[in-house]
């Protein structure tokens, strides 16, 4: 049965069962998979992302020609950087996974392909740093995915239905719980993580210039990234959120239904419609009809 | 929804609604027309209409027509592939009614002939719903093995089907019940956990009442 609730979560976590495995054994029994399948399925997500990020090219372009080469360039950059190698290490990844979409290289949509480098993003630097066993980093996704699995059925994970913070929100969201479970937190502190970041990027909109998922795109899922960990953080220190996680993706969802048809995915509002947007799109032939 | 709806699928690039689902759709349809086909008329509707060829929403219904999965590394030439095999693409916009923002009409003929209409929605993160098949309502995912039978409108049809199904101990994920007018044709879509044999479906076709079965499994290769 899909999770359409936090609290069902929290549920099994009272179990003995550690909460990851009890995903698995829900989901690959509604699907009709053995758990090895299971396994292999996501392990292969995994194995995907970090292909992707290795893979990447610092010299592809985007057909349109606006995206490309800023994960390097943030890369070059990263001892220098404001808040330590780690945090530049993340920008450095989001960017180089939004990137990589952008120039129609394969990545793992998670929970799409616009918003493909927020997990990916605090994930591999997370790894790189702590050491962590491949299996574990496979059992955080299953936590990211169940988290997501909620999202979708209480709200949505699409922007043309509910805006960026359907995507880049929902990521965010579920890159949070991800990393609390990283660093070994409760699932209540998973739950008040995944709140903040969705609630902080609550009304994001979705408006990409000339209809490319590329601008602002691949910049935002820095800011989902970002989001991702210091909620995680705020989580682990003990701070929760006052709104309960159940509460903030429907609240999410009204606020999906509230915005504008301009603002999700029409590329009609936003920056999609400055006089800068515009005329890229006019340049690029692109205009929305 | 299940936990791979939402990590995944692993993809080509931009867009899981646009590319990822849109290449979907053109499978189903190439599934449901069990041919390549040699003319292709797509109509986009919504935000499909409004950015559909900078995502590449053309370029991906047209790989799944050529029967790519969403991570082919060749959908960003899949025109030029068409171009190449001599088949005919066209594409133009279109205002559907009470359609989901993300949606197609794909209409593709045969070489022996045949023509069908499919209208399929994008749902975002790669997943799909197709909406209709040839104007009759449909609404499956391409999920699970599906079976689309029109039959005339009378008692008894969906008895001797759900029947020949039980036999085969097939189980039954869903089931709906479409109809055009009382005593017209009539669509049952039937999802089911596990794939259906070719014998079962040329049977149901051979019975009287059953215009037409259509079988799709996008699992099998
Ligand atoms: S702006 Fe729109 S297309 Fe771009 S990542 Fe956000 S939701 Fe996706």
Same mark, same amino acid.
């Given at each position: 049965?899909?999770?359409?609730?936090?609290?069902?979560?929290?549920?099994?976590?009272?179990?003995?069962?550690?909460?990851?495995?009890?995903?698995?054994?829900?989901?690959?029994?509604?699907?009709?998979?053995?758990?090895?399948?299971?396994?292999?399925?996501?392990?292969?997500?995994?194995?995907?992302?970090?292909?992707?990020?290795?893979?990447?090219?610092?010299?592809?372009?985007?057909?349109?020609?606006?995206?490309?080469?800023?994960?390097?360039?943030?890369?070059?950059?990263?001892?220098?950087?404001? @808040?330590?190698?780690?945090?530049?290490?993340?920008?450095?990844?989001?960017?180089?996974?939004?990137?990589?979409?952008?120039?129609?290289?394969?990545?793992?949509?998670?929970?799409?392909?616009?918003?493909?480098?927020?997990?990916?993003? =605090?994930?591999?630097?997370?790894?790189?740093?702590?050491?962590?066993?491949?299996?574990?980093?496979?059992?955080?996704?299953?936590?990211?995915?169940?988290?997501?699995?909620?999202?979708?059925?209480?709200?949505? #994970?699409?922007?043309?239905?509910?805006?960026?913070?359907?995507? &880049?929100?929902?990521?965010?969201?579920?890159?949070?719980?991800?990393?609390?479970?990283?660093?070994?937190?409760?699932?209540?502190?998973?739950?008040?993580?995944?709140?903040?970041?969705?609630?902080?990027?609550?009304?994001?909109?979705? $408006?990409?210039?000339?209809?490319?998922?590329? =601008?602002?795109?691949?910049?935002?899922?820095?800011?989902?990234?970002?989001?991702?960990?210091?909620?995680?953080?705020?989580?682990?220190?003990?701070?929760?959120?006052?709104?309960?996680?159940?509460?903030?993706?429907?609240?999410?969802?009204?606020?999906?239904?509230?915005?504008?048809? /301009?603002?999700?995915?029409?590329?009609?509002?936003?920056?999609?419609?400055?006089?800068?947007?515009?005329? #890229?799109?006019?340049?690029?032939?692109?205009?929305?009809? | 929804?299940?936990?791979?709806?939402?990590?995944?699928?692993?993809?080509?690039?931009?867009?899981?609604?646009?590319?990822?689902?849109? &290449?979907?759709?053109?499978?189903?349809?190439?599934?449901?027309? +069990?041919?390549?086909?040699?003319? #292709?008329? #797509?109509?986009?509707?919504?935000?499909?209409?409004?950015?559909?060829?900078?995502?590449?929403? $053309?370029?991906?219904?047209?790989?799944?027509?050529? @029967?790519?999965?969403?991570?082919?590394?060749?959908?960003?030439?899949?025109?030029?592939?068409?171009?190449?095999?001599?088949?005919?693409?066209?594409?133009?916009?279109?205002?559907? +009614?009470?359609?989901?923002?993300?949606?197609?009409?794909?209409?593709?003929?045969?070489? $022996?002939?045949?023509?069908?209409?499919?209208?399929?929605?994008?749902?975002?993160?790669?997943?799909?719903?197709?909406?209709?098949?040839?104007?009759?309502?449909?609404?499956? /995912?391409?999920?699970?093995?599906?079976?689309?039978?029109?039959?005339?409108?009378?008692?008894?049809?969906?008895?001797?089907?759900?029947?020949?199904?039980?036999?085969?101990?097939?189980?039954?994920?869903?089931?709906?019940?479409? +109809?055009?007018? +009382?005593?017209?044709?009539?669509?049952?879509?039937?999802?089911? $956990?596990?794939?259906?044999?070719?014998?079962?479906?040329?049977?149901?076709?051979?019975?009287?009442?059953?215009?037409?079965?259509?079988?799709?499994?996008?699992?099998?290769?």
């Amino acid at each position: 049965m899909a999770f359409t609730s936090i609290e069902q979560l929290e549920a099994l976590a009272a179990q003995p069962t550690p909460l990851w495995r009890a995903i698995m054994t829900a989901d690959a029994r509604e699907q009709g998979l053995s758990e090895e399948e299971s396994l292999r399925r996501m392990n292969g997500m995994w194995q995907a992302m970090r292909s992707a990020s290795r893979d990447y090219s610092a010299a592809a372009r985007s057909s349109s020609g606006l995206s490309g080469g800023d994960g390097q360039r943030m890369l070059d950059y990263a001892a220098c950087g404001i @808040g330590g190698e780690f945090f530049s290490q993340v920008i450095a990844e989001a960017l180089k996974m939004g990137e990589c979409n952008a120039c129609m290289k394969r990545i793992v949509a998670a929970p799409t392909a616009g918003s493909c480098g927020v997990l990916p993003a =605090v994930l591999i630097p997370f790894q790189q740093k702590h050491g962590t066993q491949d299996e574990t980093m496979v059992h955080a996704l299953y936590l990211a995915a169940a988290f997501g699995q909620v999202i979708a059925s209480r709200a949505c #994970i699409a922007g043309a239905e509910g805006g960026c913070q359907a995507e &880049v929100g929902a990521a965010a969201g579920m890159a949070a719980a991800a990393l609390v479970f990283l660093k070994g937190g409760t699932v209540s502190a998973m739950a008040h993580a995944c709140a903040i970041a969705l609630g902080n990027l609550l009304g994001l909109v979705c $408006d990409p210039v000339a209809g490319l998922v590329e =601008v602002p795109c691949i910049k935002r899922n820095v800011i989902g990234a970002m989001a991702a960990l210091s909620s995680a953080d705020m989580a682990l220190a003990g701070i929760t959120s006052r709104i309960p996680a159940d509460e903030v993706i429907d609240a999410m969802r009204e606020v999906g239904d509230a915005l504008p048809a /301009s603002l999700r995915e029409t590329g009609r509002g936003g920056l999609a419609a400055t006089p800068t947007g515009q005329k #890229i799109a006019r340049q690029l032939n692109l205009e929305p009809k | 929804m299940n936990l791979f709806d939402i990590l995944g699928p692993i993809m080509v690039g931009p867009s899981s609604s646009h590319t990822a689902g849109a &290449v979907r759709i053109g499978y189903i349809t190439r599934k449901l027309l +069990r041919a390549e086909p040699v003319e #292709i008329t #797509i109509k986009l509707h919504g935000s499909f209409a409004a950015t559909g060829t900078g995502h590449g929403t $053309d370029r991906a219904l047209v790989a799944g027509l050529l @029967g790519m999965r969403p991570d082919d590394m060749q959908i960003p030439s899949s025109l030029e592939i068409a171009r190449s095999k001599g088949i005919s693409v066209s594409c133009s916009t279109v205002k559907l +009614r009470d359609a989901h923002p993300n949606t197609a009409m794909l209409q593709v003929k045969s070489a $022996d002939g045949r023509s069908l209409e499919v209208v399929g929605a994008s749902l975002g993160g790669g997943r799909v719903r197709i909406e209709s098949v040839d104007g009759l309502e449909a609404n499956f /995912s391409g999920e699970y093995p599906t079976l689309i039978v029109r039959n005339t409108d009378q008692p008894g049809h969906v008895a001797e089907v759900t029947t020949t199904l039980a036999q085969l101990k097939l189980n039954i994920a869903t089931l709906q019940l479409y +109809r055009d007018t +009382r005593g017209g044709s009539a669509v049952m879509v039937i999802e089911c $956990d596990t794939p259906i044999p070719s014998q079962a479906v040329t049977w149901l076709e051979s019975l009287p009442g059953i215009l037409k079965v259509t079988y799709v499994n996008v699992e099998e290769a």
